[in-house]
């Protein structure tokens, strides 16, 4: 589960598309990725995996009055080499603004938590 909500644009919603696929890959891979280990090792972005056009609405949190954002946004899963000791933490899936081109939000660090597939690239 993961908390977030992804549907089809409304054609009004794709209207207000001003980012390329493109542009949302090279700003998913530049966004750093987590650390890992006793040295904090940093993942690499070095491919792009699966990208999907939808509205996304953030995760909910139990605080009172939060709204969760919501807007046209790509979710571009990301990869990096793996690393001995992190299964899956190779691969994460970043949410680009489908409007302004900008890095959001990101969550999980699963392949299988909201893509099930790198759509046949390899780390």
């Known amino acids: 589960m993961t908390g977030v909500g992804f549907r089809p644009l409304t054609p009004a919603e794709i209207q207000s598309v001003g980012v390329g696929p493109d542009r949302?890959?090279?700003r998913a891979l530049a966004e750093p990725g987590p650390g890992y280990g006793p040295g904090r090792d940093h993942f690499v972005w070095t491919k792009i995996g699966c990208?999907?056009?939808?509205?996304y609405v953030a995760r909910t949190?139990?605080?009172y009055g939060y709204v969760p954002p919501e807007f046209p946004a790509y979710l571009v899963q990301v990869l990096a080499k793996p690393a001995k000791g992190f299964p899956s933490e190779n691969v994460e899936v970043a949410v680009v603004d489908a409007r302004t081109g900008e890095w959001s939000v990101g969550f999980g660090y699963s392949p299988?938590?909201?893509?099930?597939?790198?759509?046949?690239?390899r780390p």
Do not use: D, N, Q, R
């Open 51 to 55: 990208i999907f056009l939808g509205y």
């Open 61 to 63: 949190m139990p605080s």
């Open 24 to 26: 949302a890959e090279a």
């Open 112 to 121: 299988t938590a909201v893509l099930g597939t790198t759509c046949g690239k």
